[in-house]
């Protein structure tokens, strides 16, 4: 195998076929012509060659291949919890724009009532007009913020629709509601940021096949037995 417990075995051969055109005279005086002579050769041979002993290498090279495997799986799980945990944000920063949302047309909804109550004023001249055209380009300036942020909530449904793999002007809608699980203790937080985090687990695994690289080099002071 790759890791060199295994013999390895070569095999090889050849084969050649040719015609060529002989015309030779002897000392004797005879004369020797052949038209196409047909020539053929056929060779082959096996080697095999078995590391006995290589100075530990064998073990150390097996070790760091089961460590880069285990590497590959904990990346992979890495890459699928980076998806999840940014589908997840992704999800609930749409809830926060929608809350936002509601707070914008909540201001607009004052805004109106205020530019009406200005208007109402300037009519009957309790008030300026001046105070009513401020009322106005508030009001303005509300409604285009809520323009602005339905945009935002467009763009975010987009992105979601983009990580799940979908058509980005897919609309949906989602539970205006964020809900919070049982009480989150410190302690067990810290002990799975321990034991399950992938990218914890990856710079661990690392440090270990670095120290495998090292120990692959002490390998080369050993003698080497080969048949």
Request: charged fraction near 25%.
């Amino acid at each position: 195998g790759n890791t060199g417990f295994f013999p390895k075995i070569s095999l090889d051969g050849s084969f050649s076929n040719y015609y060529n055109n002989i015309d030779q005279k002897l000392f004797s005086g005879e004369e020797i012509i052949y038209d196409f002579a047909n020539y053929n050769n056929l060779s082959g041979g096996i080697m095999l060659n078995w590391t006995i002993f290589g100075g530990f290498k064998m073990y150390a090279e097996k070790d760091k291949l089961e460590k880069t495997e285990e590497l590959s799986e904990i990346d992979l799980a890495y890459k699928v919890e980076n998806m999840i945990s940014e589908v997840i944000f992704t999800y609930y920063s749409i809830i926060l724009e929608k809350r936002k949302s509601e707070v914008l047309k909540n201001a607009f909804e004052i805004s109106k009532q205020r530019t009406e109550l200005a208007n109402l004023k300037f009519k009957i001249g309790s008030e300026s007009e001046l105070t009513y055209l401020q009322a106005l380009v508030d009001l303005n300036k509300d409604s285009v913020e809520i323009l602005k942020q339905n945009i935002q909530i467009t763009n975010r449904k987009a992105l979601l629709n983009n990580l799940l793999n979908r058509d980005l002007a897919k609309d949906f809608e989602l539970e205006d509601s964020i809900i919070i699980g049982d009480v989150l203790l410190y302690e067990d937080l810290l002990q799975k940021v321990k034991n399950q985090n992938s990218e914890i687990l990856y710079s661990q695994k690392n440090v270990e096949i670095e120290l495998l690289n090292k120990r692959l080099t002490y390998t080369t002071q050993y003698p080497e037995i080969y048949i």
